[in-house]
């Protein structure tokens, strides 16, 4: 069995988790820091845990495209709210848009350049 979870790295982890909190919700669970810098993080939401570090210890070459994260989410109300928080102080990718599986789809980089496919299933 294996387990597969989204790895985010960001400029100031201490303050960049609590922004990802505001927009999810969850808790936060600090795994390492030195003084008062958090050098890594979770965020664990119902189920699903995000990963955190930050660029101090993750060392990243560059802010990219190469890895999204896909989030499902349970209402309406609750995307657009994401679609919302993500897209102030970020980019729209693809604006929500009517997808073929009776729900919506939309694709946002945040403030951070973390890019994230919004879905919402209708029942």
């Not at 999810?24 to 993080?41: D, P, S, T, Y």
């Not at 990718?93 to 994230?116: K, M, S």
Request: charged residues 25%; aromatic residues 12%; hydrophobic residues 40%.
């Amino acid at each position: 069995m294996m387990i597969v979870h989204p790895f985010i790295v960001v400029d100031n982890c201490k303050e960049e988790i609590k922004y990802y909190q505001s927009v999810l919700g969850g808790e936060i669970e600090i795994l390492r820091k030195q003084g008062e810098e958090v050098l890594n993080a979770d965020l664990n939401l119902e189920g699903v845990t995000i990963k955190f570090a930050d660029t101090q210890v993750a060392k990243p070459e560059m802010k990219g495209d190469y890895v999204r994260v896909f989030l499902k989410i349970e209402t309406e109300e609750a995307f657009r709210r994401v679609y919302g928080d993500f897209a102030a102080g970020g980019k729209i990718n693809t604006a929500v848009y009517e997808a073929p599986f009776n729900g919506l789809l939309a694709i946002v980089t945040d403030r951070n350049g973390v890019c994230w496919v919004l879905s919402y299933y209708r029942a």
